[in-house]
C-alpha cells in the first residue's frame, strides 16, 4: 500500500509537470533579462526565465528519479514474492523493506514540492479550478498522510530500518553506490554525478552512527532527526540512480545515438545535482541541532 501511495505522488508529479510544461511554452509575459527571444510576438514565452525553468526542472527531476526507483522496486517485490532463489526472496525483501518508507514518504515529499511549483506556473490561473492544477496539489496532499504520516515513514526508516539492524540493510545499499563509484570514479565526464553521491555515501556513515549514539542515550532524539534523516536518504537514493541514467546516457551519446532523449536525461541529471541534491548538507545541520530546542519550549508552546 505505501508503494501504492508512493506511486500515486509520482503520477500527479508527471501531470502536474506536463501541464505546466505546455502551458509555460504558451504563456506570453514580460521579455527574457537577456533579450527578446520570440522577436515577433509582444512578450516572450514565460519559459525562456530561469525561474520557471527551475520550477519545470524541480517536477521532471522528482519525477524521473522517483520513477527509477518506483521501478526498481517493482522488481524487488517481483523477485521477494516469485525469485526461484530463497537467498535472493530473502535479499530482495530486506531491500524492499528498507527503500518502502523512502518511497512513500520521500516521494509524496516530492510531490508536494513538485505538483506547488507547477501551479506556480501558471500564477493566479493555477489557483482556480479551471486549469485543473489546485487539483493536483490537494491530491497530493493527502499521500503525505494516509497510510502513515511522513513522520511515521522516518520513524520506520531511521528507528527500524536502519537503526533496527545497526545499518546492515543501508550497507547492503552503500555497497550498490560504492561498485557504482569504483566502475566510474575515474571517468572524468562522470565526475559531476559520482562525486556526490560517494561524498554523500561517505557522510551518511558517520551521520547515521552519530544519531544512532544519540539515540541510544535519549530516544527522543531519534524522533527530532527522523524526518531530516529519511530526507537525506532519499537523495542518496535518487542520486544513485540519476547518476546510473546518466551513465547510461553517456554510453548511448558516445555510441552516436543522437535520440535527444538521452542529451535530456544529462540536463535533467545536472539541474537535480546542481539545485536539489545539495540540499543534503542543510539536512544534516539541522538533524544535528538535536532535541533539546524541540522539547525545551513549554513556554513557547503554553
Request: net charge positive; with cysteine; charged share 25%.
Given at each position: 500500500?505505501?508503494l501504492?501511495?508512493?506511486?500515486?505522488?509520482?503520477?500527479?508529479?508527471?501531470?502536474?509537470?506536463?501541464?505546466?510544461?505546455?502551458?509555460a511554452?504558451?504563456?506570453?509575459q514580460?521579455?527574457?533579462?537577456?533579450?527578446?527571444k520570440?522577436?515577433?510576438?509582444?512578450a516572450?514565452?514565460?519559459?525562456v526565465?530561469?525561474?520557471?525553468?527551475k520550477?519545470?526542472?524541480?517536477?521532471?527531476?522528482?519525477?524521473?528519479?522517483?520513477?527509477?526507483l518506483a521501478?526498481?522496486?517493482?522488481?524487488?517485490?517481483?523477485?521477494?514474492?516469485?525469485?526461484?532463489d530463497?537467498k535472493?526472496r530473502?535479499?530482495?525483501?530486506?531491500?524492499?523493506?528498507l527503500?518502502?518508507?523512502?518511497?512513500?514518504?520521500?516521494?509524496?515529499?516530492?510531490?508536494h514540492?513538485?505538483?506547488n511549483?507547477?501551479?506556480q506556473?501558471?500564477?493566479g490561473?493555477?489557483f482556480?479550478?479551471?486549469?485543473?492544477?489546485?487539483?493536483?496539489v490537494?491530491d497530493?496532499r493527502i499521500?503525505?498522510i494516509?497510510?502513515?504520516t511522513?513522520?511515521?515513514?522516518?520513524?520506520?526508516?531511521?528507528g527500524r530500518?536502519?537503526l533496527?539492524?545497526?545499518?546492515?540493510?543501508l550497507k547492503?545499499?552503500?555497497?550498490?553506490?560504492?561498485q557504482?563509484?569504483?566502475?566510474?570514479?575515474v571517468n572524468?565526464?562522470?565526475?559531476e554525478?559520482?562525486?556526490?553521491i560517494?561524498?554523500?555515501?561517505?557522510?551518511?556513515?558517520k551521520?547515521?552512527?552519530?544519531?544512532?549514539?544519540k539515540?541510544?542515550?535519549?530516544?527522543?532524539?531519534?524522533?527530532?532527526?527522523a524526518?531530516?534523516?529519511l530526507?537525506?536518504?532519499?537523495?542518496?537514493?535518487?542520486?544513485y540512480?540519476w547518476?546510473?541514467?546518466?551513465?547510461?546516457?553517456?554510453?548511448?551519446?558516445a555510441?552516436?545515438?543522437?535520440?535527444?532523449?538521452?542529451k535530456?536525461?544529462?540536463?535533467?541529471a545536472?539541474?537535480?545535482f546542481?539545485?536539489?541534491?545539495?540540499?543534503?548538507?542543510?539536512l544534516?545541520r539541522?538533524?544535528?541541532?538535536?532535541v533539546?530546542?524541540?522539547?525545551?519550549?513549554?513556554e513557547?508552546?503554553?
Amino acid at each position: 500500500a505505501r508503494l501504492g501511495v508512493g506511486n500515486q505522488s509520482l503520477g500527479l508529479t508527471e501531470v502536474a509537470y506536463q501541464n505546466a510544461l505546455a502551458y509555460a511554452k504558451d504563456r506570453i509575459q514580460m521579455r527574457s533579462l537577456s533579450g527578446p527571444k520570440a522577436k515577433d510576438k509582444p512578450a516572450d514565452p514565460i519559459i525562456v526565465h530561469p525561474d520557471v525553468r527551475k520550477m519545470l526542472l524541480t517536477a521532471k527531476a522528482y519525477a524521473e528519479g522517483g520513477r527509477a526507483l518506483a521501478i526498481y522496486c517493482a522488481v524487488l517485490l517481483d523477485k521477494a514474492h516469485s525469485h526461484p532463489d530463497e537467498k535472493v526472496r530473502k535479499e530482495s525483501d530486506e531491500m524492499l523493506s528498507l527503500l518502502t518508507p523512502i518511497v512513500k514518504a520521500f516521494t509524496t515529499d516530492n510531490g508536494h514540492i513538485a505538483t506547488n511549483a507547477c501551479l506556480q506556473v501558471f500564477g493566479g490561473h493555477g489557483f482556480i479550478k479551471e486549469w485543473g492544477m489546485e487539483q493536483f496539489v490537494r491530491d497530493n496532499r493527502i499521500n503525505m498522510i494516509y497510510e502513515g504520516t511522513n513522520t511515521i515513514q522516518s520513524l520506520d526508516l531511521l528507528g527500524r530500518k536502519i537503526l533496527g539492524n545497526n545499518g546492515a540493510t543501508l550497507k547492503k545499499f552503500g555497497k550498490l553506490v560504492g561498485q557504482l563509484v569504483e566502475e566510474e570514479g575515474v571517468n572524468e565526464k562522470m565526475a559531476e554525478f559520482i562525486n556526490p553521491i560517494a561524498m554523500l555515501g561517505d557522510q551518511l556513515t558517520k551521520f547515521t552512527t552519530e544519531i544512532g549514539f544519540k539515540g541510544f542515550q535519549n530516544p527522543d532524539e531519534v524522533g527530532a532527526a527522523a524526518v531530516d534523516y529519511l530526507r537525506v536518504a532519499g537523495h542518496l537514493v535518487h542520486g544513485y540512480f540519476w547518476a546510473r541514467m546518466a551513465q547510461v546516457a553517456l554510453r548511448e551519446i558516445a555510441a552516436g545515438n543522437t535520440d535527444p532523449f538521452y542529451k535530456a536525461k544529462l540536463q535533467t541529471a545536472r539541474f537535480y545535482f546542481a539545485k536539489l541534491f545539495p540540499e543534503t548538507a542543510t539536512l544534516m545541520r539541522t538533524a544535528r541541532a538535536g532535541v533539546k530546542v524541540l522539547l525545551d519550549t513549554n513556554e513557547a508552546l503554553a
